[in-house]
């Protein structure tokens, strides 16, 4: 059981409340991981009453989850949520806030404040929770949650960094890349570190490259004024991908400690090869989908979606190849790619290994022998397979494909899916799963250069049909003839 606590969320009737913190909530709820005595309290300019709040969280939860909701959870949570209402841009609405927390016995002093705004949001919020003495309990603690993006190019992030760190100091904040809250991602730490046989073979001497996709079938949806002017490259690429890529790339830490682990991660990134702007577009290519189709039905183009402009350059599928200049990596390609609107929605990491250095198979039926893969499946499911080529049966020596699944293959996808994790890391302390701010100055020094150029660039896009598998243009990142993009597994 965890310490209790009072959560405030900042933006509790928009799409991140709606879609993923409140069913996070509701699991950890079903799981009897929250100490009876927390409360979530719903800061919003709605008119509501606690109960009218409950009414709309207990009808988007039903539909979220449907049969699988747990009346007895359910009720548990809604008799935790308050409602506070208020407007981000009024100084007064804050000191009622503050004025309820203190007079409030029922709600405990522990205070986690989640921004789930738009981060234009962020330091107004932070300087008037600091104003009302938000920022430091007289008896507990209160912590910090912001979400990414955090600040669109390094410039902007640093500011924006140096306004949190005037009301917060770095052990209150927690800044979330929901990635790391996902169990597929931080198995890559425990696949890779707690199995010997890898070790030996996890660097340039035996991998040919490695490629970090992520794949969704869904386009913008509603999100046109989060994402129109934002771009994929910002969205996926400097955040969630980056940070898989320093999981996969990373020196064994000294311990799992939190800043142990987070230093492993900074190296990483500045050890990335800076891209020069001569070589961005050899290093780095956008798209944006035009209209296509899935089976029957006809998809939209981006420019077509409610809310975005018709001249729009905007990328919604970008790809990057990247070089980390140290002597594990030195020289192997790491790919990164991501897109909406693509043919199904999925997420891996697929490393592919170097050819034997001797052709003992030439003089047999065996004409080319394919690489070995190894595949970590992050989501929908959570898959691992080895590739290996091994002897078909019969009289003639020729090779084939074996695939070697771990049994977890087969299992249906979990529906935990990250906030879980996190809202508890958070209660408890724990910022292992969170960034640091170097790392995030670090992962923005990586894509600055190319988001510079492509800021200057806005008459063109290339386009690839909704539902296709993106531009066969993004091939021309392969270094070499024989690398291909590995979709799905
Ligand atoms: C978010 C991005 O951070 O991650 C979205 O803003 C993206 O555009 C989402 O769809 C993907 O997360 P998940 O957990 O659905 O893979």
Redesign the pocket.
């Known amino acids: 059981m965890q310490e209790s606590c009072s959560l405030i969320i900042f933006g509790s009737t928009g799409n991140l409340a709606t879609y993923k913190l409140l069913p996070a909530l509701y699991h950890i709820e079903a799981a009897q991981r929250l100490d009876p005595a927390s409360r979530i309290l719903g800061f919003g300019r709605r008119q509501w009453s606690d109960e009218d709040w409950r009414g709309e969280v207990r009808a988007s939860l039903g539909e979220r989850l449907g049969s699988t909701l747990d009346e007895d959870a359910l009720a548990r949570l809604l008799s935790r949520l308050r409602f506070v209402s208020g407007d981000l841009e009024r100084p007064e609405d804050f000191v009622r806030l503050a004025e309820r927390l203190r007079s409030d016995d029922d709600l405990p002093d522990n205070l986690m404040s989640y921004l789930a705004v738009a981060p234009r949001h962020y330091g107004h919020i932070v300087d008037q929770l600091a104003a009302n003495g938000l920022n430091a309990q007289a008896s507990g603690w209160s912590r910090l949650v912001v979400e ?1 993006p955090f600040g669109f190019d390094l410039e902007s992030a640093s500011i924006l960094d140096q306004r949190l760190q005037r009301c917060f100091s770095e052990d209150q904040i927690y800044r979330i890349d ?2 790391l809250g ?1 169990s597929t991602v931080q198995n890559i730490l425990v696949f890779r570190f707690a199995n010997l046989i890898l070790e030996p073979l996890w660097n340039r001497n035996y991998i040919d490259h490695v490629q970090i996709s ?1 794949a ?1 079938s ?1 386009g ?1 949806e509603e ?1 046109a004024g ?2 129109d002017g934002v771009g994929a490259m910002r ?2 690429i400097q ?2 991908l980056l940070q898989m890529l320093t999981l996969v790339a990373m020196e064994p830490p000294p311990s799992l400690d939190a800043e142990a682990l987070r230093d492993e991660k900074v190296k990483v990134l500045r050890s990335i090869r800076a891209i020069p702007r001569e070589a961005v577009h050899a290093q780095a290519f956008r798209a944006q989908y035009g209209p296509g189709r899935s089976g029957d039905t006809k998809l939209a183009g981006y420019r077509d979606e409610p809310g975005v402009g018709h001249n729009s350059t905007t990328e919604t599928y970008a790809a990057l190849k990247l070089y980390i200049d140290n002597w594990r990596w030195r020289n192997v390609p790491f790919y990164l790619r991501t897109g ?1 609107r693509l043919g199904q929605t999925n ?1 891996l990491i697929a490393i592919r290994f170097k050819h034997p250095p001797q052709q003992l198979f030439r003089a047999t039926a065996i004409e080319q022998l394919k690489p070995n893969w190894l595949l970590l499946n992050i ?1 929908p499911n959570e898959c691992m397979r080895i590739e290996i080529q091994v002897k078909q049966p019969g009289l003639e020596m020729r090779a084939q494909t074996e695939r070697l699944d771990a049994s977890s293959c087969t299992l249906p996808p979990e529906h935990i ?2 906030y879980e994790a996190l809202i508890l890391d958070v209660i408890e302390g724990d910022h292992t799963h969170f960034l640091r701010y170097d790392e995030v100055n670090w992962a923005w020094r990586v894509v600055d250069p190319i988001l510079k150029l492509w800021a200057t660039e806005r008459d063109f896009i290339h386009t690839y049909p909704a539902g296709s598998w993106g531009p066969v243009e993004a091939n021309r990142l392969f270094d070499r003839e024989d690398q291909e993009w590995r979709n799905a597994m």
């Open positions: 990414k929901h990635y996902k992520h969704e869904r913008i999100r989060f994402y969205d996926m955040s969630h909406k997420s989501q899916d990250a």
